[in-house]
């Protein structure tokens, strides 16, 4: 599995848009890029997850370029209820040769 | 249906004591996965369950750590001889039918099981 790379703490106020980057500059053709938010005390959960260009949902956008070499996760008007950790994990399956990389997450804190 | 189960939610234990942690997973989920995450670290990945099978057990921490799982469901994590480095909370996650090669299948995760060795 491709290796990512996050800021390690991000900190933005309500109303404002935040943008969380993903560097995983080895990722091989079939790998999708997975985005999971967790809150404390809890497992993570998913948010969003894409192959190339940008994925929208209800929660947020994830934004891929030509070379996917890095994934952008938009968060819109966040809220206090969006302070967690964030990880992106990229690949594409779990064989006897793949071990699962979550890597160390961006934590987001948001200020009123 | 409901989500992932983990059993029990807290567990404390001595050193040198075995423990066993059980996941349930969502009915239907044939993928399951078991991580370890330290405080204010992040996920650790143990093992994969693909059915009752278990493709690579390299990510288990010692040969004290094993897992099984039976009839394509529950999954038990046993800890062997604890040891309080052993302290995290163990979190499980399934995910639906998952072949290799195909798309990295979305994985929903228990609330964790925390364990305290003394």
């Known amino acids: 599995l491709a290796k990512t790379t996050q800021p390690i703490s991000m900190d933005s106020y309500e109303g404002q848009e935040v943008n969380i980057t993903c560097s995983h500059n080895?990722?091989?053709?079939?790998?999708?890029i997975t985005w999971y938010q967790q809150f404390p005390s809890q497992g993570p959960r998913f948010i969003i997850q894409?192959?190339?260009t940008k994925v929208t949902n209800e929660v947020a956008s994830l934004f891929i370029p030509a070379d996917r070499k890095s994934s952008t996760l938009s968060l819109p008007r966040v809220s206090l209820s969006d302070t967690a950790v964030y990880y992106c994990?990229?690949?594409?399956?779990?064989?006897?040769?793949?071990?699962?990389?979550f890597g160390s997450g961006t934590r987001l804190s948001i200020r009123p | 249906g409901a989500g992932v189960s983990q059993s029990p939610s807290n567990k404390v234990t001595e050193k040198g004591k075995d423990v066993e942690l059980r996941c349930d997973p969502i009915?239907?989920?044939?993928?399951l996965y078991w991580y370890r995450q330290s405080l204010g670290q992040g996920l650790e990945f143990l093992i994969y369950?693909?059915?009752?099978?278990?493709?690579?057990k390299s990510g288990l921490p010692s040969d004290r750590f094993s897992a099984e799982r039976t009839g394509g469901s529950v999954s038990t994590l046993t800890i062997q001889r604890t040891q309080q480095e052993d302290s995290a909370v163990y979190l499980c996650?399934?995910?639906?039918?998952?072949?290799?090669?195909?798309?990295?299948?979305?994985?929903?995760f228990g609330p964790g099981t925390r364990l305290t060795v003394l």
């Open positions: 009915s239907g989920h044939t993928a």
């Open positions: 996650a399934s995910s639906l039918a998952l072949n290799s090669g195909v798309v990295t299948d979305t994985q929903y």
């Open positions: 080895n990722i091989a053709t079939n790998d999708y």
């Open positions: 894409g192959y190339k």
């Open positions: 994990l990229v690949g594409r399956s779990y064989s006897s040769a793949s071990k699962i990389i």
């Open positions: 369950f693909q059915g009752n099978s278990a493709p690579d």
